[in-house]
Structures are given as structure tokens and as C-alpha cells.
């Protein structure tokens, strides 16, 4: 079925932006449907550059948005997806395009994503404070529509209260990591089409590097230290990336023993309940204990 969507949107740029804008408009109701949407205009960045890129996102918005005013009376929503979502996308096609480095433009997308949590820091001066004041509002009118009672409204407050300093960091990790597995899944198509089982042994091989991992190593030690909101934001940022390179790592571990694709669908599931801290930090110790460079080769089964 990938194979098949992807074959179409490679068609033509009109086929790639119906793509592309009938899953936005459907995302606005199942949010993980956006991830195909955005792999859609990314595929045709990574295979023909930035201007059918630019082409298609454009297409796109404005059928998206079509679609979205005559099913749902409001246009708004593809607007903002095609300017915080599918831009950044292409930029990042863009970067994978000219260095071919799965591992070069994850930390151009990590620099980008620090720089948007600074941007929280310089337009809204206290983060915590501005999201606090959103959830009060909220909490006020949920206590004069009666909807619950005060204790279960202040049990409420007090719980954004406490998440409200990571607000930045939450936000744009998240944004961050669906952007990651959107371009992902638009070089998986690619390879599907032009170049079979590349995608494998490029995601394999994926290592952002010793000096990073330092990086990480420190932010984490100074937000168990300190925990200073900015330092925390950070590192939740530069974390997802790590996520990523965990899941390399695993990836390429089971298909070097040899292991069943179960094993990746349980890793998967462990990985939404419970495991998403020790990916991270399987993959920041990759840097320095290069776990796949210690096990030896299995079947040739590719995972």
C-alpha cells in the first residue's frame, strides 16, 4: 500500500499536493494521518529539489484549504499546518537532499528546534506565566459553566502548573519529532521507489557523533543539578534526536541476530508505554560504545 501511495505521489505535482491536502484535511481528525500528508511534499522535495517542493506545499495550501472551508467552514487550520508544519518540512528534504546525511540534518533540525525555544523565551518572556494565565482562563470558565467541582478543578491547575515551565520544550520536541518522522518516512518511500533496501542500511548506520552526546550528557546532568526550565527545554529537544538514533540502534541489532520482526513491534509498543527515556539514553552511549559494531552479523533478515 506504501509503495502504491508513494508511486502516485510521485506522478505529478498535482498528485502529490491531492495527496498531501486531502490527509491534512483529514488529520484535523485523526492527527496521525498528518505524518503521511507531510511525507508526501517531503518525497517530492528529497526526489526533485526545492522549487516542485515549494510547488506542491503551495498547491497543497490552497486545495487543503479549499477542502477544509467546504467540509469543516474554516480554512485556518490547513493555513497554520502548511506554515509551522509543512515549510520546515521542505527546508528539512532540502538539507537531506544536499548533504545525504541522515545524521547532518537531524542536527540542523536540532538547531532549529533550539532556536524555537529560545523564540518562546524572547516573545512570551515567561513562558510558564503566559500558559498559566491560558489555563486559569480555561479553569474559570469550566467552574461558571459547572461543568466540575472546584476540587477537581484546582487538582487541574495544579497539575499544568507544575508542567507549565516545560511548556516550550514539550511543544516543540513534539513538533520536532513528528517533523523527524515525516521526513523519515518520505526517505523510506524514496528508497522504496529508486533505490530498495537503501533506507535500511542508512538508517542502520545512523550516528550523530561523540561531540554531540557531550552535549546531551551535559544538558541532562545540568537539569538534574539545576533543573533551570531553559536547560530542561533544551535537553527535551536534543533528546528526540537521540530517541532516533536509539531506535537505530535497536533496529540494527535485531536484524544482526537475526531476530523476527516481533521483536520490533513489542519494542514499538514498550517504546509508547515506558521506554522512551532509555531509547534516549541507549542512544546518547552509542557515541562512545558503538553497540552495533560489537554484535555480530546474523541472518540477513532486513529489519
Not at 152 to 161: G, N, S, V, Y
Not at 188 to 210: D, H, I, T, V
Not at 285 to 303: P, T
Amino acid at each position: 500500500m506504501m509503495h502504491k501511495l508513494a508511486s502516485f505521489v510521485m506522478r505529478g505535482p498535482w498528485q502529490a499536493a491531492l495527496v498531501a491536502a486531502a490527509l491534512a484535511v483529514l488529520s484535523l481528525l485523526l492527527p496521525p494521518v498528518l505524518l503521511l500528508s507531510g511525507a508526501a511534499i517531503a518525497l517530492v522535495t528529497l526526489r526533485l529539489g526545492l522549487q516542485q517542493g515549494l510547488l506542491v506545499l503551495a498547491i497543497s495550501t490552497v486545495g487543503g484549504g479549499v477542502l477544509a472551508w467546504l467540509a469543516l467552514d474554516t480554512a485556518t487550520s490547513v493555513i497554520w499546518l502548511a506554515l509551522i508544519y509543512w515549510t520546515p518540512l521542505v527546508g528539512l528534504a532540502m538539507a537531506l537532499r544536499l548533504s545525504i546525511s541522515l545524521a547532518a540534518t537531524l542536527r540542523y533540525a536540532v538547531v532549529l528546534g533550539a532556536i524555537a525555544v529560545a523564540g518562546f523565551y524572547l516573545v512570551l518572556g515567561d513562558p510558564a506565566a503566559w500558559w498559566n494565565a491560558i489555563i486559569q482562563e480555561i479553569i474559570g470558565k469550566l467552574a461558571t459553566a459547572g461543568v466540575a467541582d472546584d476540587h477537581t478543578l484546582d487538582q487541574f491547575a495544579k497539575l499544568f502548573a507544575a508542567w507549565a515551565p516545560l511548556f516550550p520544550g514539550q511543544v516543540v520536541s513534539s513538533m520536532l519529532g513528528s517533523l523527524l518522522v515525516a521526513l523519515l518516512l518520505a526517505r523510506w518511500w524514496q528508497a522504496l521507489l529508486y533505490n530498495p533496501g537503501g533506507f535500511a542500511s542508512e538508517f542502520y548506520e545512523l550516528r550523530l557523533g561523540k561531540p554531540l552526546a557531550l552535549v546531551m550528557i551535559v544538558l541532562l546532568g545540568l537539569s538534574l543539578l539545576w533543573a533551570v526550565p531553559f536547560i530542561v527545554n533544551l535537553a527535551l529537544v536534543l533528546g528526540v534526536i537521540y530517541v532516533l538514533q536509539g531506535v537505530a540502534v535497536v533496529h540494527a541489532l535485531i536484524a544482526k541476530i537475526g531476530l523476527s520482526k516481533a521483536w520490533l513491534v513489542g519494542f514499538y509498543i514498550l517504546l509508547l508505554v515506558a521506554l522512551l527515556q532509555l531509547v534516549m539514553v541507549l542512544g546518547t552511549l552509542d557515541a562512545w560504545i558503538d553497540f552495533r559494531a560489537r554484535i555480530k552479523s546474523g541472518s540477513k533478515r532486513d529489519s
